[in-house]
């Protein structure tokens, strides 16, 4: 089963604006990943922000994390052509029998940066 | 640092035949991870092998999937017999320790079930 959900599924942007992409999650975590996947290739881990974390910055990556709300937003700013992948939170959780903790990923955000 | 390997990088095969991926993790990693994903969606996880144990195959589909990880540095994962909703992409990562820290993921397996 997938536990985050991005929001939205599609954006297409022009280069140089900002791209906001949304990210839910129904039960508790231990942290909350991003990761890119560009076409045909396997996914580039981009960024971990753990639970008693608010926000976390790289270059121009900016990830907020609310547990409350359970929910995470990836904030990439000055877009560039090269941005253009699909983007997926994972949430790393216990499995039910707590023995060993598992990554979930959601179903995506396909990002479309136009020159 | 050598990235994680994967072979074939694209399988065709009939339906009810059998197939086998296999891959290297980076050198060092502990802990090997084999997701599918199919078109349209996130990777979801099949195995999970910590060294050469079996940490979570809850998700494996145990009547046709099989995987090992022997001497605990490459794997094997095994379709027997495919079906065509195993078309995907098949993906292996492995990180250092467990999901508390980034998985680094290879280049994949296309398979395509006719």
């Known amino acids: 089963s997938q536990q985050g959900e991005e929001d939205p599924q599609a954006l297409s942007i022009q280069e140089g604006e900002n791209a906001t992409m949304n990210c839910s999650y129904k039960t508790s975590i231990n942290n909350l990943q991003w990761y890119r996947q560009n076409s045909g290739r396997g996914l580039v881990h981009l960024i971990l922000i753990r639970s008693n974390e608010r926000e976390k910055h790289s270059g121009r990556l900016r990830v907020t994390l609310d547990t409350s709300k359970k929910s995470s937003s990836l904030l990439i700013t000055a877009s560039r052509a090269a941005d253009t992948a699909s983007y997926f939170c994972?949430?790393?959780?216990?499995?039910?029998?707590?023995?060993?903790?598992?990554?979930?990923f959601g179903s995506g955000t396909q990002l479309t940066v136009l020159p | 640092e050598a990235g994680v390997a994967q072979s074939p990088r694209y399988k065709i095969i009939e339906k009810r035949q059998s197939v086998a991926f296999w891959c290297n993790p980076i050198s060092g990693h502990a802990t090997l991870y084999w997701y599918q994903q199919i078109l349209g969606q996130g990777p979801k996880l099949l195995i999970q092998f910590q060294n050469n144990g079996v940490v979570d195959d809850s998700q494996l589909p145990k009547d046709r999937f099989s995987a090992e990880r022997l001497k605990g540095v490459d794997s094997t994962l095994k379709i027997q017999p495919a079906k065509l909703e195993d078309s995907a992409v098949y993906l292996c990562a492995s990180s250092s320790r467990d999901s508390s820290l980034a998985q680094y993921f290879g280049p994949g397996t296309r398979l395509t079930v006719l």
């Open positions: 994972a949430t790393d959780s216990f499995l039910p029998s707590g023995s060993a903790r598992q990554l979930t």
